[in-house]
């Protein structure tokens, strides 16, 4: 079974917001860092993975997804830094990449 991520990228501390879901968190990290794939990411310069989450199956991360669009931007902030308090960029941080679960 492959992994299903939701995770939240921003442009700064406090900057702008993303979040996303995918099945392949790294790969898509990339994509956003890399402007690639356009749009919304790109035009603000949001890439810098602050948060994640994982789970078994799409449909639960995409509910997760959804319903952490709808909180507030508040609920969000204490959200990333209950975890990642100095909003560090996970996705350069070897031990975070090393420890995604592999399918």
Request: glycine share 6%.
């Amino acid at each position: 079974m492959k992994a299903c991520f939701v995770y939240i990228l921003a442009s700064k501390r406090n900057g702008t917001l993303y979040i996303g879901v995918t099945n392949d968190l790294v790969r898509r990290v990339i994509e956003h860092k890399s402007g690639s794939i356009g749009g919304f990411t790109t035009r603000y310069a949001v890439s810098i993975l602050v948060y994640y989450e994982v789970y078994d199956n799409m449909y639960d991360a995409i509910l997760r997804g959804k319903r952490l669009k709808r909180w507030k931007r508040q609920w969000k902030i204490q959200l990333i830094e209950g975890h990642n308090p100095k909003w560090q960029d996970l996705f350069s941080d070897d031990r975070a990449i090393m420890s995604l679960p592999k399918d």
